[in-house]
């Protein structure tokens, strides 16, 4: 699932025309970034649900093989960022799933990301892995932090004045069972990860490498300056 339906408003005025996964980093759209990594991964397919400008987006699919696009429209009312997904549900079938924001970027390391997440996935113990950045190594987020992470990998959400070590990357693996009994209909994720910590079902997977926070028409040549120094 790849969710490409926000409105991307901290991006204007830099791409007052073009829908925020078509924001150009380093000559590359930001979710052929993404799509690249889930075809790497072994992805075959990819819902990737649109809204905002969603004509554009889906015109850039157009052409998309690997891995084979299938649009979750919501073109008639953004759903959110939990509701899109559940939207989806019936497209992507029973099992566990790749989760990503169409505009999250990074730097794998020796193994990539999203296959270390594969392999740490456990839906024994498991509705969600999450791969967490460390904040203070990312480039272009000044944030506080969204989680701290046991030594078993067991997350907790960042009390209101606190600043902990990990930011979420955009990229995780749910079960469907992670959005069990939520209604249809526009909803936020945020109260699903505090259900999954409650349950003690949430964990997370630091990611090896550099995650960058493409939140800004500033953000943007920051990103460009890490990928160029990456492979220079």
Known sequence: MVLAAGLGTRMRPHNGQVPKPLVTVAGKALIDYVLDRLADAGAERAIVNVHHMADQIED??????????????ERAGLLGTAGGVINALPKLGGGPFFHVNSDTIWIDGVVPNLKRLARAFDPARMDGLLLLALAATSVGYTGRGDFTMAPDGHLARR????????????????????????????????????????????????????????GTPEAVKAAEDAIVASVA
């Open 159 to 214: 009390r209101e004045r606190d600043i902990v070590p990990f930011v979420y990357a955009g990229a995780a693996i749910f079960a469907p069972a992670f959005f069990a009994g939520v209604p249809a209909g526009p909803s936020s994720m945020s109260p699903l990860f505090d259900r999954a910590i409650a349950a003690g079902r949430l964990f997370g997977l630091r990611l090896d490498g550099v995650w960058m926070h493409v």
């Open 60 to 73: 850039h699919l157009a052409s998309r093989k690997q891995p084979r696009i299938e649009l979750s429209d």
